[in-house]
């Protein structure tokens, strides 16, 4: 039996004159997985926050078809919904801090939807909460259950958020974009607990960016470009021999072994992708620009760097990785000189650079430059995008114009995108105005702090080829931390494997990558989703 059927939906915001959603079908059985696929603001989410009567205030919803569980929901009230939504169909979002209550602890969380669809007595809510929180292999449940969002990691909260969205039995799991922001590991236990659920009958609406997640789950997957379905079939079909340009290119753009030292961004023609290879790169094997030896840090009496050594070369790409908490972060701290090690060294060009006194650094600062994962959180809201990308320069503003226009040029920007805000552009237009101020004062390192980990996998690659043809103009060496190893094969030459604050393993990257020695290494590749393709 199909618990959902539509034919023809369109969703239309009006204010903003636009079409969100443009003539979707869609339908989803009982015990399937659908995933649905696609860039940034190609209607995955609007699609399905709409199957839930959640498409926001304002917007305009028509249908040839639209039935849930038989029910013609097109005549469907605000009660129907809030009704249908948790019994019927139990939510999963990104960020689980956003979608969990921050002022209440997580069992009263879970324990609102057992009330509000009278799933069980009150006297037996706190033991049902302990159940969910177990089913979803939270450890503890008990302490986990008195802690609010805050106080868990994020797997943890992610868990949470899973019971509170199976709490009611629904039959229907909408998941968008439910492990973008976790590491392998953290990734893969979500993924068997969706799987789980699976198994035990429930359906599933899976949206991601992230096409090997897609492969691993998912039955049949839908194609979504600028509001419209431009491909569906069986997830293998599509994923391994797709029929469309739009498919191909979004797997051309998936960043793995195979594609290092060519463009992600690929030109799709003849039925094939055909990836460009990057502007040949210089390695400058002398002397290393950033020397790290024995970095030790601590945060209060707990050590979370302990004895890491590495060093980076001009025109060298070194990746970190490891599981959150494992000291990757705090490593990129200590090399900025924004933490102060308790032991150990960094040397920057050859001279001494932690350590020393902000007063005796400051003027050095421009060799060193970082890009953020999320680059609006370090922006100035109140600042025009010409005006943060001009802050790192110094000298007359007119020569510093000129500049910020020839900096934003050369990120794929135009030049009149200087008198705006961040917050009216695009995640890929952020990061690209992130670069473009990084490379102001011409560093000759940048640390790259999870920079892609938020952009679909088409931004990630227009993102991750600027940085490859930066590059090899400038020699510049990168420092690249990320928890997608495909990401992190496709870039590096050399990888740190980094666990509780320690390196286990290092060398090059395809020595590390194929022939893991360490124990947690092989632990890590082995939790990362595989994407058969023949492209």
């Not at 210089?282 to 004895?307: F, K, M, N, Q, W």
């Not at 590096?492 to 360490?518: T, W």
Request: glycine share 10%; hydrophobic share 45%.
């Amino acid at each position: 039996m199909s618990l959902i059927e539509v034919e023809d939906l369109r969703v239309t915001f009006p204010k903003a004159g636009v079409e969100a959603v443009r003539g979707v079908s869609l339908s989803i059985a009982e015990g399937e997985c659908v995933a649905i696929v696609g860039e940034s603001g190609s209607g995955k989410s609007v699609t399905a926050r709409t199957l839930v009567g959640l498409t926001g205030q304002g917007a305009t919803v028509t249908a040839s078809r639209f039935d849930v569980r038989g029910r013609d929901a097109r005549r469907f009230g605000p009660r129907d919904w809030r009704r249908l939504r948790g019994r019927f169909a139990g939510l999963v979002l990104q960020d689980a801090l956003v979608s969990l209550d921050p002022l209440r602890t997580v069992g009263a969380e879970i324990a609102e939807v057992l009330a509000a669809h009278d799933v069980v007595p009150r006297a037996g809510r706190t033991e049902k909460v302990l159940e969910l929180l177990d089913a979803v292999g939270v450890p503890e449940p008990e302490l986990r259950a008195a802690q609010y969002p805050h106080q868990l990691s994020g797997g943890l909260r992610q868990r949470a958020l899973i019971a509170s969205a199976i709490a009611a039995d629904p039959p229907l799991l909408i998941a968008d974009e439910p492990t973008t922001a976790l590491d392998v590991t953290v990734q893969a236990q979500i993924l068997r607990l969706l799987a789980a659920r699976r198994a035990e009958g429930t359906a599933l609406l899976m949206i991601s960016h992230d096409l090997a997640v897609v492969s691993s789950i998912a039955d049949r997957v839908l194609v979504m470009k600028d509001g419209v379905v431009v491909e569906e079939g069986p997830t293998n079909r599509v994923l391994s021999a797709p029929e469309r340009d739009y498919t191909r290119l979004l797997l051309a753009a998936v960043p793995s072994a195979a594609s290092r030292g060519t463009r992600l961004s690929a030109i799709a023609t003849g039925g094939v992708s055909l990836r460009a290879p990057l502007p040949e790169r210089r390695i400058d094997h002398g002397s290393p620009v950033v020397e790290a030896r024995g970095l030790t840090a601590e945060y209060g009496r707990r050590r979370v760097v302990d004895d890491v050594s590495f060093e980076v070369h001009p025109g060298e790409t070194v990746g970190i990785v490891g599981e959150s908490g494992s000291g990757k972060t705090t490593v990129a701290r200590l090399v900025m000189g924004l933490m102060k090690p308790v032991a150990g060294q960094v040397w920057l060009d050859g001279s001494p650079w932690s350590g020393l006194p902000e007063r005796e650094r400051r003027p050095r600062r421009s060799v060193i430059q970082v890009i953020s994962q999320n680059p609006l959180d370090s922006f100035d809201p109140r600042y025009t995008v010409g005006r943060l990308v001009a802050e790192p320069l110094g000298g007359p503003w007119k020569s510093r114009a000129a500049r910020v226009a020839e900096l934003l040029e050369r990120v794929g920007l135009p030049a009149d995108l200087a008198g705006r805000h961040p917050r009216g552009l695009s995640g890929g237009q952020r990061q690209r105005v992130a670069i473009a101020r990084a490379l102001a004062p011409r560093p000759r390192v940048l640390v790259c702090d999870e920079p892609v980990s938020a952009l679909d996998v088409s931004v990630q690659a227009q993102v991750l080829d600027l940085l490859g043809e930066i590059q090899a103009a400038d020699g510049t060496a990168l420092i690249f931390i990320s928890h997608d190893l495909g990401v992190v094969h496709h870039i590096s030459d050399r990888v740190v494997v980094m666990r509780e604050g320690r390196v286990v393993e290092d060398g090059h990257v395809d020595e590390v990558f194929f022939l893991p020695k360490h124990e947690y290494t092989k632990e890590l590749l082995g939790a990362v989703p595989k994407l058969a393709t023949t492209l």
